[in-house]
């Protein structure tokens, strides 16, 4: 036998080792994969991406030998962590070299992102690299757009967008990759469309619902995006990796702590310094949600826990009957648990300072309101100077109406708001900081601060709202009074 003959069957049995070990590990082929897309960089190492190299292969074996599914996968990692490329693109592109027939449908919050991670894999299909590997994986002629593209054995890779159109497409794969726009994470429209289109039109197309697998990746933006109603909802359905930037309780699984260096999943590319950089840059709420993986800032945002003064009984140069106490209403129709409910507060103002006896959130029906309502001032010192305030929103006429036909409480409709949820608290929060907030002491505490430390990335805010009507009809409003008098 020639050398030269030697030399190519050594050559093409290299070929073939380095084949099989593409196939039997993932995290090999995205090494190499990277370097295919970037002219020859080489991918920067880090445990998290072996890690999740391998959890996703576990997956797609899964998938090629027909087995039935455990779990979906819920992936909470921040950005700068190679979340996309990895998930969206080397791991579609990956399957096929497995079982080249799976069908994969990827969906991003924009349709400029899902064609530039589907225009990717497609180079890398495409790229000298796969094709010495892989010679015989081949897309179709008559098939072949930056949105959807298949294979000569009628693997498929279709992109869309969260709002987009995906009838009479099926997949045995579907990737969530970042649902909504992180710039609209306050956006209950864009919350709410994101999870909608999860729920009405993804959840339906996977070819086989007991062996296909939805992979959600994406940052936390509130309390009630995708992953948060995930959660809620079926957490029994979903295997949650969750990986900070810095080491946290939310690290999930809890055993991955250990890897994390200096407290950072990343240092070469998420140092101290760079994320010191993007808490400037993205303030207490962008880096709580992107980089923490928790919609709100544990000391709060807005509204800072320690802001307020909880205290075991009134000064003593203060009678609690000589305080005019009102009660202030941020009302709604429903009884259903995720909806809003109608929030309840008694407070007094005395001496620039506000005093709350209590806070109290409901969710029954009219009539069964209205009997709360009336139950709630008397329990909390209602007298004849008192006053009950109503936001005149959802059943809030209705209920003022209804007040002042068979009761004789002092029922007021406020005035409507004029600015969104956000202004309204902000333009009080330096009466809340400067200390003038004071709890008495009661069970309705630990909820009450809860939701005004993760306001406006929480589920609810109602409580919120009857702590703005508060101050601001006592600080605000009484300083235009002055100004015009």
């Known amino acids: 036998m020639s050398q030269h003959l030697k030399t190519l069957l050594s050559s093409l049995n290299l070929k073939e080792v380095q084949k099989e070990l593409y196939k039997k590990s993932f995290y090999e082929f995205s090494l190499d994969a990277f370097k295919a897309l970037h ?9 998290h991406i072996k890690y999740l190299c391998d959890r996703l ?24 962590t190679l979340k996309s490329e990895l998930v969206n693109v080397f791991f579609s592109v990956y399957c096929w070299i497995l079982k080249d027939s799976i069908q994969f449908i990827s969906s991003s919050y924009s349709a400029s992102l899902s064609i530039t991670l589907s225009t990717q894999a497609r180079r890398l299909l495409e790229s000298d690299w796969f094709r010495e590997y892989f010679p015989d994986i081949e897309l179709s002629k008559d098939e072949n757009t930056k949105s959807r593209y298949t294979n000569t054995n009628s693997g498929l890779r279709y992109s869309t967008s969260t709002g987009g159109t995906v009838t009479g497409m099926g997949a045995d794969i579907i990737v969530i990759d970042d649902p909504q726009n992180p710039q609209l994470a306050r956006s209950d429209v864009e919350r709410e469309n994101a999870n909608r289109f999860f729920n009405e039109t993804l959840r339906s197309r996977l070819n086989n619902p007991d062996k296909g ?13 995708l992953t948060g109603m995930l959660l809620s909802k079926e957490p029994e359905n979903w295997e949650h990796i969750c990986l900070p930037a810095e080491v946290s309780d939310l690290v999930k699984p809890k055993e991955l702590k250990q890897f994390y260096t200096d407290g950072l999943l990343f240092r070469k590319r998420l140092s101290k310094s760079t994320l010191e950089s993007f808490k400037l840059g993205l303030g207490s ?18 509204f800072k826990g320690d802001w307020f003064n909880i205290i075991k009984r009134l000064p003593e140069n203060i009678n609690s009957d000589s305080l005019k106490w009102d009660f202030y209403l941020d009302t709604a129709y429903t009884n259903k648990q995720e909806n809003d409910a109608t929030a309840m507060m008694c407070a007094a103002f005395h001496n620039n300072e506000l005093y709350i006896r209590e806070v109290k959130a409901v969710r029954l029906e009219f009539p069964e309101l209205i009997k709360e309502i009336q139950a709630f001032t008397f329990s909390n010192g209602y007298t004849n100077r008192s006053r009950i305030y109503v936001e005149p929103k959802a059943s809030g006429k209705s ?18 708001p004029s600015q969104d949820k956000v202004s309204r608290a902000s333009s009080i929060s330096a ?40 101050i601001d009809r006592n600080t605000n409003r009484r300083k235009k009074v002055r100004a015009i008098a």
Do not use: C
């Open 213 to 225: 697998v939805f992979i959600v990746i994406m940052q936390r933006l509130h309390e009630q995006d």
């Open 39 to 47: 002219n020859g960089q080489e991918l920067v190492p880090n445990w």
């Open 285 to 302: 709420y962008g880096y709580s949600g992107q980089y923490s993986q928790i919609p709100s800032p544990d000391q709060g945002g807005i």
């Open 399 to 416: 209920i003022v109406q209804m007040l002042k036909r068979s009761t004789g409480l002092n029922v007021i409709e406020d005035k409507p």
């Open 57 to 80: 292969q576990k997956e797609a074996y899964r998938i090629v030998e027909n087995k039935e599914r455990n779990k979906h996968l819920l992936i909470n990692v921040p950005p700068r």
């Open 431 to 470: 009466f809340v900081e400067s200390g003038r907030v004071n709890l008495l002491d009661g069970r309705y505490i630990d909820s009450f601060l809860n939701e005004l430390k993760a306001f406006p990335n929480g589920s609810h805010d109602d409580q919120v709202d009857t702590l703005v009507m508060a």
